[in-house]
């Protein structure tokens, strides 16, 4: 209980929360290396993953290698990433690490949600004439959707957890509350930081959450 109640006093100390090293600083670190890595992940990620899933050739190969990233610890390839010349530019190897690592569910739900749209669907719109096009934005994606949303929502949640690693090579982020902690061999501080970055990823999947609750009708759904 002792160490319960020091934790509790270092998250309720209000000189723990404001300046360049408190928490509200920290945490905004955090939420601009997430999100900045969700979106460069995306960009790469979704293209691919919708125009193979249209065209159904070649996604299991892209998919498979893909996963293959999943199997190479995030912090081993930081590791690598600095010993190479990207790093000396600053943030460039945590942000390629951690957009390497939310690149295989992005990839994966949004293939396997256009791969599974029905296709008797497919077959009438088609049948309608709607170009190939069409058929995408108008079909395939819409349907594809509730896939697509929950990779994007699985990428986010790994991210907010794994980001802590950009303390580690002298980054920003709920991380150097951590680090600090070790540093100055204070378990509660230590804690204090695990319990904030925990409590960022549960916050994290209830906007996901409400914002897919209240998105419209075609954007609803759980990955099967």
Do not use: K
Request: positive net charge; hydrophobic residues 55%; glycine residues 10%.
């Amino acid at each position: 209980m002792n160490t319960v109640s020091a934790v509790w006093s270092w998250l309720t100390t209000a000189a723990n929360w404001s300046g360049e090293n408190g928490v509200w600083h920290r945490l905004e670190q955090h939420l601009v290396l997430t999100f900045s890595c969700l979106a460069i992940s995306a960009l790469i990620a979704l293209p691919v993953a919708l125009t193979l899933g249209h065209l159904g050739r070649g996604g299991a190969l892209a998919v498979n290698l893909a996963n293959i990233g999943r199997a190479v610890p995030t912090f081993a390839v930081l590791v690598l990433l600095l010993l190479t010349p990207i790093g000396r530019h600053g943030q460039w190897p945590t942000i390629i690490a951690l957009v390497l690592f939310a690149i295989p569910p992005l990839l994966t739900n949004a293939y396997v949600g256009m791969r599974e749209v029905d296709q008797n669907v497919v077959r009438a719109a088609r049948g309608m004439g709607m170009t190939g096009t069409q058929l995408v934005w108008r079909v395939e994606v819409p349907l594809a959707s509730p896939l697509v949303l929950t990779g994007i929502r699985i990428a986010a949640i790994q991210l907010v957890a794994t980001a802590t690693l950009a303390a580690l090579v002298g980054g920003g982020g709920l991380g150097r509350i951590i680090t600090a902690g070790f540093n100055l061999a204070s378990t509660p501080q230590v804690v204090a930081g695990a319990v904030l970055v925990a409590v960022f990823a549960l916050l994290m999947e209830a906007a996901f959450e409400l914002a897919q609750r209240w998105a419209p009708g075609w954007a609803r759904g759980r990955a099967r």
